[in-house]
């Protein structure tokens, strides 16, 4: 089972990677950026010759979005970082915008690198509308969303719930940085606006929202990749949240010796359809032989039988005598009973009308 992580989860493992095992919460945050650009450019290799605007929060979310662009900026792509200001009618921690000087921590040492190297971010705030943001998103190839990451608690409100929508609106490619902005890292339901990516780097795990609808349908195309965080801290531990993959569901199913046939996984007779209902008898054929029987006949009315010949190659069919309104008659009673002798199962029913 894939594991899906938290943002309790997910903080407590990123704890852990700095105090148990050494390793430097900027390094952390340097690969987090990395593995995002690298994603970037395997999926969107035009952008080296376009134009990426990259929008950023205060927090550690921002932080790796000023890594995206120190890194884009490095690989010769024309990049505008916008670090939005603090709104103060905003609440919760993440859904915070931020003046330069409220970044804290590793984020703030990787915003001096970008204005070392000359490529300080625009700051846009509350004097700014809305119309300022979406006139830069206009001027993109490619949006970068770095604005609220999975610590964020509540819907997006002020300025930033403001520059969600235009993104939405501005119809540029969308890549989110973790969890696209709006969204709550462990709820299914979007609490307010959120972004609507076209891709989502997600670092690690997949958290519950990116996989649970109907906020995963904000996702676009989920990838999530390695930040440098031991596996051995996440792999043994209990998962409240997994992703079932084939060979999860594998051992489900007996194997099958090598000189088996289709004689050695029963027959099944299934009695179905109607006129306008052969689609339910050719499905419920189908899906026998999809489980697993080795032989499957399906017994339609007469006139139906060419019909759900065309539709099936695997199953054989059997006429029976039907109705003037073409439905499988009475008088197709007694043949039934006879096609089911010997059979294993008998399915009764799909498409079959009310006659």
């Not at 000359?118 to 006139?135: C, F, K, T």
């Not at 199953?315 to 439905?327: F, G, S």
């Amino acid at each position: 089972m894939r594991r899906v992580a938290t943002a309790s989860e997910m903080q407590d493992l990123d704890r852990r990677a700095v105090a148990e095992c050494g390793i430097p919460s900027l390094l952390l945050m340097e690969n987090a950026g990395a593995e995002t650009v690298r994603e970037i450019l395997s999926a969107f290799p035009q952008i080296s010759r376009g134009r990426v605007v990259i929008l950023c929060g205060r927090g550690n979310n921002g932080g790796d979005g000023f890594v995206i662009a120190r890194r884009l900026l490095g690989r010769g792509v024309s990049v505008r970082t916008i670090l939005m200001e603090r709104c103060a009618t905003c609440h919760g921690v993440d859904s915070l915008m931020a003046h330069g000087e409220e970044v804290r921590g590793d984020a703030r040492i990787n915003l001096e690198i970008l204005k070392t190297l000359g490529s300080a971010p625009v700051e846009m705030g509350a004097e700014q509308d809305a119309a300022a943001v979406l006139d830069a998103l206009h001027s993109a190839d490619l949006v970068v969303d770095a604005l609220l990451g999975t610590g964020s608690q509540g819907p997006a409100r002020g300025l930033v719930a403001e520059a969600i929508e235009c993104v939405n609106r501005a119809g540029r490619p969308v890549v989110s940085v973790d969890i696209p902005s709006g969204l709550g890292a462990d709820h299914p339901e979007p609490p307010g606006p959120a972004i609507r990516a076209d891709m989502t780097v997600t670092f690690v795990l997949a958290k519950p929202s990116l996989v649970l609808y109907p906020a995963a349908s904000h996702v676009g195309r989920l990838r999530v990749v390695d930040i440098g965080i031991p596996r051995s801290l996440w792999a043994d531990g209990p998962a409240h949240v997994g992703i079932l993959e084939a060979p999860d569901v594998a051992p489900a199913f007996p194997p099958r010796a090598a000189d088996a046939h289709k004689g050695t996984f029963g027959h099944v007779l299934v009695v179905a359809g109607s006129v306008g209902k052969t689609g339910a008898a050719a499905l419920a054929s189908l899906a026998a032989l999809r489980v697993g029987a080795g032989l499957v006949t399906l017994a339609v009315p007469a006139s139906l039988n060419d019909i759900v010949e065309v539709k099936l190659t695997e199953a054989m069919t059997v006429p029976a005598p039907e109705t003037e309104a073409r439905t499988i008659a009475r008088e197709a009673l007694d043949l039934l009973l006879d096609l089911a002798e010997g059979k294993d199962a008998v399915a009764i029913g799909p498409g079959l009308g009310t006659h």
